[in-house]
Nanobody, 119 residues
């Protein structure tokens, strides 16, 4: 059973930094990618960053140059270092794992961690 648990959210003032962590377990294949999504207040969930199966990183334009995704497969952990935060970065941040299974790719989600940047 795949399990994802986010941590590290909180309140930080504009220009500050936060480091989110996603602890994951239950993925028994190496054929998976992981990423971060966020849902700003009153808006739809949006993609933030991905760490692909081969380790390649990709970022939404809105966070490029400020956020860094990293993964430690041995520990079963993924991180999102967020620098120079702005109020537009506020929202609930979710960890995602897309796992290739015999039935096709399956998405798994954590329950989220809240990031608040006051204006």
């Amino acid at each position: 059973q795949v399990r994802l648990v986010e941590s590290g959210g909180g309140l930080v003032y504009p220009g500050g930094s936060l480091r989110l962590q996603c602890d994951y377990s239950g993925i028994i294949t190496s054929d998976y990618s992981m990423g971060w999504f966020r849902q700003p207040p009153g808006k739809q969930r949006e993609w933030v960053a991905t760490s692909a199966r081969d380790g390649a990183e990709s970022y939404a334009d809105s966070v490029k140059g400020r956020f860094t995704i990293a993964r430690n497969r041995g520990l079963g952990a993924m991180y999102l270092q967020m620098n120079n935060l702005t109020p537009e970065d506020s929202g609930d941040y979710y960890c995602n794992a897309r796992v290739e299974e015999f039935r096709g790719p399956q998405d798994y989600w954590g329950r989220g961690t809240r990031v608040t940047i006051p204006s």
